[in-house]
């Protein structure tokens, strides 16, 4: 039986293959990042976060969503590395074995800044319930 993941965002379902490839492709640029290949001076000693590689179904194209340490230049680092794309696809081509290497997008992640914005929204209405006779038991 094949398993689907449903992808909130667009509301299709991601194949096992496209899930499999943008993890392959995921473990790869970590490595490639940690090697510290890119000559590219903005990208120099920047610690990195690849935490998700959305491959499209036709596996033509993938987007890494990246988040540097600290969140610091995170849109001058992205378009840094959308400069440095044809050069990682080809690191790439000799760390993953497809038949076809996906082109390479990047985006700067933002489901860190959501959640710590989920959080806070979360606290504010868990202060909010608190009613005055269980603060004064305290």
Do not use: C, W
């Not at 899930?19 to 995921?26: A, D, F, H, N, P």
């Not at 000559?39 to 976060?49: A, C, K, Q």
């Not at 005055?132 to 305290?138: A, G, I, L, M, V």
């Amino acid at each position: 039986m094949k398993q689907k993941v449903r992808s909130s965002q667009f509301g299709t379902e991601k194949s096992q293959r496209q899930l499999r490839v943008g993890e392959m492709l995921r473990h790869a640029l970590v490595e490639t990042f940690i090697r510290g290949e890119l000559r590219n001076p903005v990208l120099t000693n920047v610690s990195l976060t690849v935490s998700e590689v959305r491959v499209s179904s036709d596996l033509k194209s993938a987007t890494a969503f990246v988040m540097p340490l600290g969140g610091k230049n995170a849109e001058e680092i992205t378009q840094a590395l959308n400069s440095a794309s044809p050069f990682l696809r080809r690191k790439l081509s000799k760390l993953v074995t497809l038949r076809y290497l996906p082109s390479l997008f990047f985006a700067v992640d933002d489901t860190f800044d959501r959640g710590q914005k989920i959080d806070s929204i979360l606290k504010i209405e868990q202060k909010s319930y608190i009613s005055p006779e269980f603060s004064k038991k305290k």
